[in-house]
C-alpha cells in the first residue's frame, strides 16, 4: 500500500499530476480541487490511495488523508469505483458527502455525475452508518452556513496551477460561467471538474 507521495511535481493535467520521488516521475489521478494546491516546479505531498485491478495499478491522490479515508469508504458501496468515488470528491467535500449521507439528502448525491436517484439512495442506504457524521457540518447544512470554496475559485486555482496566466485564467472562467449558472438554475451545484475541462477546451481553441 503507498499511503502517500512527495517530491517535486513535474506535471499537472486536468486529472492527473506526476510527481518526482526518487528519481521517478508517479502518475496520480487527483480531484480538481487537489490539483489546485500543487504547483509545477515545487515540492507537493500527497495522502494517495493504491487501486490494485489484474490489469492495472492505479495511484489516486488527495489534499488530506480525510479525503482518502472517503474516497476508500465511498468503494464500499455497491456500484462505486474509484473514478465514482474522485468524482463525489470532486463535487463534495469529505464533510458534505457525511451530511448528504447522514440526512438522506439524494438531490445533493444526484449533483455528481455518473449517479441516478436509485444509485444516490443505495449509497445512503449502504454508507449511512460508516462515514460518521460531523455535528458542525450537520448545523451548517441546516442553517444554509456557506459551504466549500465556489466553483469560481477552484476552476480559477486549478488553471493558474496548470501554468495559465491569471489573466488566462480570468477569461476561461468568464466563459464557463454560463454553463455553471445554467447548472445552478437548475438546482444542481456545477461541478468542478466538468468546469475545468470546459475551460481547458475554451483556452485550448484561442
Given at each position: 500500500m503507498i499511503a502517500s507521495v512527495a517530491g517535486r511535481v513535474a506535471a499537472l493535467g486536468p486529472d492527473s499530476a506526476v510527481v518526482e520521488v526518487g528519481g521517478v516521475g508517479v502518475l496520480v489521478h487527483c480531484a480538481p480541487g487537489t490539483l489546485a494546491t500543487l504547483r509545477v516546479g515545487e515540492q507537493g505531498s500527497l495522502a494517495t490511495s493504491l487501486v490494485v485491478r489484474e490489469e492495472s495499478l492505479t495511484l489516486y491522490g488527495f489534499a488530506t488523508d480525510d479525503e482518502r479515508l472517503i474516497f476508500e469508504m465511498l468503494q464500499t458501496a455497491s456500484g462505486v469505483g474509484p473514478r465514482l468515488a474522485l468524482?463525489?470528491?470532486?463535487?463534495?467535500?469529505?464533510?458534505?458527502?457525511?451530511?448528504?449521507?447522514?440526512?438522506?439528502?439524494?438531490?445533493?448525491?444526484?449533483?455528481?455525475?455518473?449517479?441516478?436517484?436509485?444509485?444516490?439512495?443505495?449509497?445512503?442506504?449502504?454508507?449511512?452508518?460508516?462515514?460518521?457524521?460531523?455535528?458542525?457540518?450537520?448545523?451548517?447544512?441546516?442553517?444554509?452556513?456557506?459551504?466549500?470554496?465556489?466553483?469560481?475559485?477552484?476552476?480559477?486555482?486549478?488553471?493558474?496551477?496548470?501554468?495559465?496566466?491569471?489573466?488566462?485564467?480570468?477569461?476561461?472562467?468568464?466563459?464557463?460561467?454560463?454553463?455553471?449558472?445554467?447548472?445552478?438554475?437548475?438546482?444542481?451545484?456545477?461541478?468542478?471538474?466538468?468546469?475545468?475541462?470546459?475551460a481547458l477546451r475554451a483556452l485550448s481553441v484561442r
Open positions: 468524482a463525489m470528491l470532486a463535487v463534495h467535500t469529505p464533510n458534505a458527502l457525511r451530511v448528504a449521507v447522514a440526512s438522506a439528502d439524494v438531490k445533493a448525491l444526484t449533483m455528481v455525475p455518473g449517479i441516478g436517484q436509485k444509485g444516490a439512495q443505495r449509497i445512503i442506504l449502504e454508507l449511512k452508518d460508516k462515514l460518521g457524521t460531523p455535528a458542525e457540518a450537520v448545523d451548517a447544512a441546516l442553517n444554509g452556513r456557506p459551504g466549500p470554496a465556489p466553483w469560481r475559485d477552484q476552476v480559477h486555482t486549478a488553471l493558474v496551477g496548470l501554468g495559465y496566466s491569471v489573466r488566462d485564467a480570468d477569461e476561461a472562467v468568464a466563459v464557463v460561467s454560463a454553463e455553471a449558472d445554467a447548472e445552478t438554475a437548475a438546482g444542481r451545484v456545477p461541478a468542478v471538474a466538468v468546469l475545468l475541462k470546459s
